[in-house]
């Protein structure tokens, strides 16, 4: 299972592909919108231009105010 995590410049990452010992996380359950605006795997780089990525900091906000780390979101850690 991989996670995502903002680093300490704001930006997205991936987890290793972890096995044993899974962190705490939060799971962003969202409606999807057209595929040309959803952020998948390929996009988590320096390109941020989709209309998802609305979805994705809207999640890591959350998680952090819960005091989480890390965070799931199905268009990006399948």
Same mark, same amino acid.
């Given at each position: 299972?991989?996670?995502l995590q903002v $680093? !300490?410049?704001g930006e997205f990452n &991936?987890?290793?592909?972890?096995?044993d010992n899974l962190p705490p996380y939060a799971i962003l359950s969202?409606?999807?919108?057209?595929?040309? $605006? !959803?952020?998948?795997?390929?996009? &988590?780089?320096?390109?941020k231009t989709k209309a998802g990525y609305k979805k994705l900091r809207f999640c890591a906000e959350q998680?952090?105010?819960d005091g989480l780390k890390h965070?799931?979101?199905?268009?990006?850690?399948i």
């Open positions: 299972m991989r996670l $680093d !300490e410049n &991936l987890t290793d592909d972890l096995i969202h409606t999807w919108g057209e595929d040309h $605006d !959803e952020v998948n795997f390929k996009d &988590l780089c320096p390109r998680a952090t105010h965070f799931w979101v199905d268009t990006c850690c």
